[in-house]
């Protein structure tokens, strides 16, 4: 069935919003009261019609609004778009991936015809229709990785493996969780890692990166990490830092429904064909505590997680000055019955 994109922004006045059926799909990521930092990798397989993952690359109502909002990242910043040269082949492979994982899961909106090495690919919620030499960086306006990533919703990585690490040579990042691309490029996977509480020494990092080093080709993989954002701001880079830090201390008890949303990322890993290089997509999801407490075993739990997290992921999540208001503001919506375990 077609999708209804939705015209709506993510910065100035913010008129994002979630329809009741997005609601109903949004990814709640929390399966108990109280969370923590694990290695919660499981296999990015088919799910149920109707959820986030009925496809495996998941497009939703805010496509089209996303892809404005990136255009206009990109136009003030170009260094939101990086590749070291030896990426290339990484990129035309990730080309690939995404146009084909659109293609399949939304016929009506995307499509993908070959040739040999002549693809026409045609995308009409963007108005798009190309046609080029598969390899050839000549014959598109943009490089691949670039190109395919104007066309796709979430933020995407390539990071290349050698010397058993994995070394981000590669991104598009418009819509990151205050960290920065153009910091983090070449850095290897402890590296970027660095700056994560707690984690490095429950040894999540060593486990996860031992697991990424051997995933296989035609099995991805998923997990799901968190944060909150005042304002549906997609763009919360340490580059803007200027425009959305001070957001953070605008939160009060009237406006905390409105203004504060949990902000979910879908993240799934590939590794890719010709270059042996992974592909990390960053899928963010927004849904404001107003919509949230429309499910009310989300409200529940999500009051809960809220009140218990450990102090060092408040600061690092950057929730310092507006969480008390938030649980208190959530606790009205908790009656406080026993949750089971699970979504
Ligand atoms: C945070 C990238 C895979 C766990 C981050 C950050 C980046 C990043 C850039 C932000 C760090 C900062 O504060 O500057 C990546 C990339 C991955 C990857 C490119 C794949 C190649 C994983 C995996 C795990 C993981 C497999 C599994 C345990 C985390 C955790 C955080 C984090 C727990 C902190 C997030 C928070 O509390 O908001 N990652 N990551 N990452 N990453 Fe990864």
Request: net charge negative.
């Amino acid at each position: 069935m077609a999708i209804m994109f939705r015209q709506e922004t993510f910065r100035d006045d913010f008129t994002y919003r979630n329809s009741p059926a997005n609601i109903h799909r949004f990814p709640f990521p929390f399966d108990r009261d109280e969370y923590a930092y694990s290695v919660n990798i499981e296999p990015h397989v088919p799910g149920r019609k109707g959820t986030i993952y009925e496809s495996l690359i998941d497009v939703d109502e805010h496509y089209v609004a996303e892809m404005a909002d990136r255009a206009l990242v990109l136009k003030e910043d170009p260094l939101r778009y990086q590749a070291l040269p030896h990426m290339m082949q990484a990129q035309w492979d990730v080309l690939e991936l995404l146009m084909e994982q659109q293609a399949a899961g939304y016929p009506e909106h995307f499509s993908l015809t070959r040739n040999g090495d002549r693809w026409r690919w045609i995308n009409r919620p963007l108005g798009i229709d190309d046609t080029f030499t598969f390899g050839a960086r000549e014959t598109l306006p943009y490089e691949p990785l670039e190109y395919i990533g104007r066309q796709t919703q979430g933020d995407l990585c390539i990071v290349d493996q050698r010397d058993n690490n994995l070394w981000m040579d590669a991104g598009l990042v418009t819509t990151q969780a205050d960290w920065s691309l153009d910091f983090d490029v070449g850095m290897n996977f402890m590296e970027w890692h660095g700056p994560v509480p707690l984690a490095h020494g429950m040894g999540i990092f060593d486990r996860a990166l031992k697991f990424l080093l051997n995933l296989q080709l035609g099995q991805p993989v998923r997990r799901f990490n968190w944060t909150m954002t005042v304002n549906p701001r997609l763009d919360t880079s340490p580059e803007n830092y200027h425009k959305w830090g001070r957001d953070r201390t605008t939160v009060t008890p009237v406006n905390v429904g409105r203004k504060v949303h949990l902000r979910v990322e879908l993240q799934t890993l590939w590794r890719l064909p010709r270059s042996n290089a992974m592909l990390f997509v960053i899928r963010c999801y927004l849904m404001s505590m107003e919509e949230l407490v429309t499910v009310p075993k989300w409200a529940r739990r999500f009051h809960r997680v809220l009140k218990t997290l450990p102090q060092e992921l408040v600061d690092y999540k950057g929730m310092t000055r507006y969480r008390d208001t938030t649980v208190e503001w959530l606790s009205r919506h908790d009656d406080g019955a026993p949750t089971s375990p699970g979504i």
